[in-house]
């Protein structure tokens, strides 16, 4: 199975993925695409050997159908058979989601249905949970909803700050996505659920 990654920022959550598929993996990473220039996950997966991509979302200001065409373009040219969301920053409309929907996955660092959306670790820690983490899930056209394929609990600790806290939930995401993303590419869907 071809696997394109796509994502926003330093993109730790792709080097995971990448290491991930090797051996008898049934998958293996065949482009890892940003929405800036600037995403430092770039030079990670091109230091990788991975082929890389990006489309700079902010020329099309407003026209979010274009950035998704441009976007889509330049996947298909990878013939990806699975996309998989790993700190990707932008919301995709209904549009882009029905053409992967089934094959497209991401990951959130809530224990979904708790927490859609941002700032996820200062919303528990508000709230006094003894447990956050982060959920797998399958893109549906609505904001970090769908099928969970995964979940990897966390305890909240006396004294934890959201950069704590979110440093702790992104080394589980590290152990999860690879996991999920194992058994999805071999396609199975009962859920990863971690420790
Ligand atoms: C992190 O906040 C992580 O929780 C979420 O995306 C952000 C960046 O992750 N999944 P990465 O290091 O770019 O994978």
């Not at 293996?28 to 990006?54: H, Q, W, Y």
């Not at 194992?182 to 659920?193: T, Y």
């Amino acid at each position: 199975r071809r696997v394109a990654i796509l994502l926003s920022g330093g993109g730790s959550n792709m080097v995971a993925l990448a290491r991930s598929m090797t051996g008898d993996h049934p998958a293996r990473p065949v482009l890892v695409m940003a929405n800036s220039a600037d995403a430092g996950g770039l030079e990670k997966a091109a230091a990788m050997g991975i082929e890389t991509g990006f489309v700079d979302h902010r020329p099309f200001a407003g026209d979010r159908g274009a950035f998704e065409e441009a976007l889509h373009e330049r996947l298909s040219q990878a013939a990806p058979d699975i996309l998989c969301l790993a700190g990707f920053m932008r919301v995709l409309t209904e549009g882009f989601v029905a053409r992967w929907q089934g094959r497209m996955l991401n990951i959130h660092p809530s224990l979904l249905p708790k927490y859609r959306g941002l700032h996820t670790h200062a919303r528990a820690l508000e709230a006094g949970d003894a447990e956050h983490g982060c959920t797998v899930h399958e893109v549906t056209p609505a904001l970090d909803d769908g099928p969970i394929l995964g979940q990897a609990r966390v305890p909240v600790q006396p004294g934890d700050t959201p950069e704590g806290l979110a440093a702790r939930v992104l080394e589980m995401e590290h152990r999860l996505y690879p996991a999920v993303l194992r058994r999805f590419a071999a396609g199975r869907r009962e859920p990863v659920l971690l420790p």
